[in-house]
């Protein structure tokens, strides 16, 4: 089964997390949550998540995929935690697949991870580089890197996760029963 890992620290973006663990597990990927911080993590508008298991806990080797959500007090703990960023490197070396929305590049970032080509939260390419930053377009896919902007743009990134994952047929038929405008 498709597996993909969504880690949640503290002050995450709360739409971005749930929109992506949602399309993805209605598209029968298996979505593992684990929490940087603790079992519960506190997203930036104080909805607290129970998590999965927690960080240092999860199997790299039956991830397909790693998702980091944006926040940007969540996005700097992704950024700073050693195990995270160790998972990032892994996924990379191993030729996997990595997605980050809003402010969740910059941890990609400094991971030495992101690709050339990426979009971000407007303001957050100024803490990354502007080289390769496209500001207009919503999702950008390059490579084995996904990105994507911010909570109106969290339905179709994840859209994008599950064509990308388990092939175009999915895609559209989950596009069409949650009625999806991407």
Not at 128 to 156: E, F, P, W
């Amino acid at each position: 089964m498709t597996q993909i890992l969504v880690p949640l620290a503290n002050g995450f973006e709360e739409t971005e997390a749930i929109a992506i663990i949602d399309v993805c597990r209605r598209a029968g990927i298996k979505v593992v949550v684990a929490g940087v911080d603790g079992k519960i993590a506190m997203g930036a508008h104080d909805i607290p998540v129970v998590t999965d298991c927690l960080i240092d806990e999860v199997n790299t080797k039956q991830l397909d995929m790693i998702v980091l959500p944006g926040g940007w007090v969540g996005t700097q703990s992704l950024a700073t935690n050693t195990t995270v960023q160790s998972i990032l490197k892994q996924m990379k070396q191993d030729d996997k697949y990595i997605g980050a929305i809003c402010a969740a590049p910059y941890a990609l970032n400094t991971a030495n991870v992101l690709s050339d080509n990426y979009t971000c939260y407007p303001s957050i390419e100024t803490k990354i580089r502007l080289d390769g930053y496209d500001k207009n377009t919503g999702t950008i896919i390059d490579g084995k890197i996904i990105t994507s902007q911010a909570v109106g743009t969290a339905v179709c990134f994840a859209l994008e996760i599950v064509k990308t994952l388990k092939g175009d047929n999915t895609y559209k038929n989950l596009k069409k029963e949650i009625l999806a405008e991407c």
